[in-house]
């Protein structure tokens, strides 16, 4: 039976960003569904100080929609969306970046609704918990400057994160566009940050939504290395795969790599719609334990 990929966003981002490439999955015959976790896509809150001409000070202070949902809240609404895509047949399950943490937790939570796992330079905490994780070597060459420079108010007083990234201030812009799409054109990172939605919430999980053994560890997973990352280090993303791979020896990672910063695979979707395809047919024949519920 043909697989539904689940796709899953990052932080700050939604939906949107997975357009291109669920157009390449379409065109080589894939279904795929890209969810928004609460808080995201239409559901983002945009306040009127963050259009032109901006209001910085009213910004800071401006309350959010995604403010208290939590990572045990973003996995609820994933694990529903699960549900129904399996009613269809076989689930992929892919998350990038942060959505990697949101889907650690629902394969902990639910391994059969997955019938495999794919990380894209995302973050899968098996040692620590990702907070633990920025302090780490790996992480040594991360800059931090250009989110840093964006943000605005007091995350303990809005109870969020909240970026401006609406900023015209070109260190800014110059700095995230190095985070992000170094290699990309200054139009395509425009364009991306224009996807971005300003806000995104405080909870990074704790020890229990770390990868297990018994749980997460049953579900074929395939690690997507992006060596061109530089918010997210080829380093890091190693030492996730090494991590993981000790936790589960019995089911390793398969690991694939796309020369690619943390959001070009996205932006020129084509190679990575072809080695998602490539890992669609590593899965086993239908067993006819999948079930099509009217409406589905």
């Known amino acids: 039976m043909q697989p539904t990929f689940v796709l899953v966003h990052g932080a700050f981002a939604n939906s949107f960003s997975f357009a291109p490439l669920q157009a390449e999955l379409g065109l080589l015959g894939h279904r795929s569904v890209a969810v928004d976790l609460p808080g995201h896509g239409f559901a ?4 009127r100080a963050y259009q ?4 910085l000070e009213e910004l800071a202070t401006a309350p959010g929609a995604v403010k ?30 942060r959505g990697g943490m949101t889907a650690t937790v629902a394969a902990n939570q639910r391994p059969d609704l997955i019938d495999r796992i794919v990380f894209v330079s995302a973050w899968c905490p098996v040692d620590l918990d990702v907070s633990a994780y920025y302090a780490e070597p790996e992480m040594a060459t991360v ?3 250009g989110v840093a420079s964006a943000m605005v108010g007091n995350p303990a007083e809005l109870g969020l994160l909240r970026s401006n990234f609406r900023t015209a201030d070109p260190g800014a812009l110059a700095a995230l566009k190095a985070a992000f799409l170094a290699d990309g054109t ?33 579900i074929p997973k395939t690690y997507i ?33 796309l020369t690619s ?5 996205l932006v020129d979707p084509a190679p990575a719609a072809r080695v998602l395809g490539e890992i669609a047919a590593l899965l086993p024949a239908a067993s006819g334990r999948y079930v099509v519920a009217p409406g589905s």
């Open 44 to 47: 983002a809150t945009y306040p």
């Open 68 to 97: 208290g949902v939590t990572l045990a809240d973003n996995a609820a609404h994933l694990i529903g969306t699960l549900e129904r895509a399996r009613r269809n047949g076989p689930v992929i399950l892919v998350a990038h970046s």
């Open 186 to 218: 200054d139009g395509e990172f425009m364009v991306f940050l224009n996807t971005f939605q300003p806000d995104e919430n405080l909870d990074v999980g704790s020890p229990d939504d770390r990868a297990q053994a018994d749980t997460w560890g049953r």
């Open 143 to 145: 800059d931090t400057t």
């Open 52 to 55: 032109a001409p901006q209001d």
């Open 261 to 265: 910063s943390h959001l070009k695979w």
């Open 225 to 257: 290395r992006l060596t061109e990352d530089t918010s997210m280090p080829l380093a890091m993303q190693d030492r996730i795969i090494r991590e993981g791979n000790k936790l589960t020896p019995k089911t390793p990672y398969d690991v694939r790599t």
